[in-house]
């Protein structure tokens, strides 16, 4: 089968300045694939600081890796030119956080629609625009005469972030990248946009990248997910097994932070905090190290990952008892 997208021992290190040798590895040897015919949506979860925004911009191609390739249909995004670089423009798109800062106050959304279908030279007359309109904003659930006409203050912020779905969506992408899409929006409509997602992957054929700090979202929206801690995969495979039956000291912690309706379980009850005095091996060895209950002498060496079982797999040594797996072959634990 075709690799649509292929994220191969991807690291970005981020140099602090000219003269300064201070370095932050945001992303460390990520490796991970969509397939051509196989929709999915993979999520990738952790706190802020985690590397998942950067990867979202390596996708996007908005930086470049410091090590390792990103392929689109095969070929290194960072020497796309011509035709292949539109097509590639096209067909990735992203919808962040913020449902109000892709709108300029002055414009209809009509304007925002119409720009990227102009852009891509995507309709040859005005009806083809209007029926390209038409049909990414009914895909989203939205009734185009409600929204068509109207400026983004006369717009709910659910409206918005809707209008933002469907202007990636008029450009037919393959792969959509949504960025904590759902983190600015009222409760209320969550679900709603989280269904919306699906029925992109679905029903129109857009695989989905869901960045997130969120698991909740994640265990709903996704089939596959990435845990990532300081720019490490440090637990993937199954979205459903992970969430349920979390392996890696960092996962359970992340769930144990989730407030469950149970009276009986207090929330937060397991607080994990750095041990001051081994904060510096995170440089070398486990990133959780500094946080970990379970941190033992080898943990000051980097643990690979662990095939856990068919379905996940986990950078801990306290699963040191199963196989190793090399991280370009993370994706086949993945389900679509
Ligand atoms: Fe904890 Fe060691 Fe596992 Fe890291 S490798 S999570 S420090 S037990």
Known sequence: ??????FKNVTKVYSSGLLSRASTTALNNVSFKIEEDDQTIMAVAGESGSGKTTLAMLLLGFIEPTEGQILYKGQDITHLRGPDRMT???????????????????????????????????ARSKAEIRDKMVEALTAVGLHPQDVLGRFPHQLSGGQRQR???ARALVLKPRIL???????MVDASLRANILEILQSLQQDHGVSILYITHDLTTAYHVAKSILVMYRGTVMEAGDVDRIIKDPQHPYT????????????????????IKARESD??????????????????DKCKTLPPLFQINEQQAASCYLFDEHPQIASER???LLPV
Request: charged content about 25%; overall charge negative; hydrophobic content about 45%.
């Open 252 to 271: 359970r912690l992340l769930i144990d932070s989730i407030p469950w309706p149970d009276l009986n379980r207090r929330w937060g009850e397991t607080e």
């Open 279 to 296: 904060i510096g091996v995170v440089s070398s060895g486990c990133k959780f190290y500094g946080r970990c209950p379970f941190a033992m």
């Open 330 to 332: 993370l994706t086949e």
């Open 1 to 6: 089968m075709a690799d649509l997208l292929e």
């Open 163 to 165: 209008i933002n779905v």
């Open 177 to 183: 990248v949504a960025d904590e899409p759902v983190s």
């Open 88 to 122: 590639f423009r096209r067909e990735v798109q992203a919808v962040f956080q913020d449902p109000f800062a892709v709108f300029n106050p002055f414009y209809t959304v009509d304007h925002l629609l119409t720009v990227p279908i102009k852009r891509f030279k995507l």
